[in-house]
């Protein structure tokens, strides 16, 4: 029986709706959420990315700003432009599109946001929250995860959970968040030895390497639920993830496709980390 679809486009849409209710009620009281975005550069995917966020936020009533600076721009004016949204009290949410260019630490970049600010949970006093479990923004795209296998009722605790990938931005928070749920888990990369012995033990299975397809079924345990959060062009401009989608639909218990699993997810979890710092905001001045 083929595995069945994690629909991120619905469950986005599902939840954007839910999160346009309470964007209504905090700008009918006088509190409407803004995010600011920072985008540095001509990079083509960045500019992709970034007119996405703006036109979802757009569709639920989230003001937006967006600042484009010159791929030359000093590191200076990066950071005094961060510094002036810190203290600008309409904006809720900072952004900083990644990659930066070279001379731009991106380091330096993410401890300046205002950690109240940083919708994308990457400053490192909210990575730090994440670890000790205390609340505070994390990453988006591992917070999607959650989302889909929450909607599921995937059953997370006291299950085996694989992660493949290590990155700051999914791989690590989404050890953690599984890891807080009382998951086992198990991180690999790519070069894991005997990577396929790891994967097969997963009843989860979340891959974020950037390598397409590297995942086949004979890696995966049947009825698993598989999370590909992986989006690879190939040279025919085909979109895959980095798992071999049709191979492992054919074993798995449940899949995100892509396109159209955890992307979508990623911006709906930045659109509702921006409305909850609106509704601290909103809470602080009304005490």
Request: charged fraction near 20%; glycine fraction near 10%; include cysteine.
């Amino acid at each position: 029986m083929p595995a069945q679809i994690i629909d991120g486009i619905a469950l986005s849409a599902l939840l954007r709706g839910k999160l346009e209710h309470d964007v209504s009620a905090l700008t009918g009281a006088g509190c409407r959420p803004g995010l600011a975005v920072i985008l540095v550069g001509e990079n083509p995917a960045s500019k992709v990315y970034v007119r996405n966020k703006i036109k979802a936020c757009a569709h639920i009533g989230i003001h937006s700003e967006l600042y484009e600076l010159p791929s030359d721009v000093s590191e200076k004016q990066v950071l005094d432009q961060i510094r002036a949204l810190n203290a600008a009290p309409h904006i809720d949410g900072i952004l900083v599109q990644l990659p930066l260019p070279v001379q731009v630490d991106e380091g330096k970049v993410l401890e300046t946001l205002s950690v109240e600010k940083d919708v994308d949970g990457f400053h490192v006093q909210n990575v730090g929250s994440l670890v000790v479990g205390k609340p505070g923004f994390v990453p988006c795209t591992p917070a999607g995860c959650m989302a889909m296998l929450d909607h599921i009722g995937c059953p997370i605790e006291g299950r085996e959970a694989v992660v493949v990938g290590r990155s700051n931005i999914v791989g690590k928070p989404m050890a953690l968040m599984l890891l807080q749920r009382s998951a086992t888990v198990t991180i690999c990369t790519s070069r894991t030895a005997d990577l396929a012995f790891h994967t097969r033990r997963a009843d989860i299975l979340v891959v974020a390497t950037g390598k397409p397809r590297m995942i086949g079924a004979d890696m995966v345990k049947p009825g698993a639920v598989v999370i590909d959060v992986g989006i690879n062009r190939l040279l025919d401009g085909k979109l895959v993830g980095d798992v071999d989608f049709d191979a492992v639909s054919a074993r798995a218990g449940w899949i995100t496709p892509v396109p159209g699993g955890v992307g979508p997810m990623t911006i709906t979890m930045l659109l509702a980390n921006t409305v909850r710092s609106a509704q601290r905001r909103a809470d602080s001045v009304s005490t």
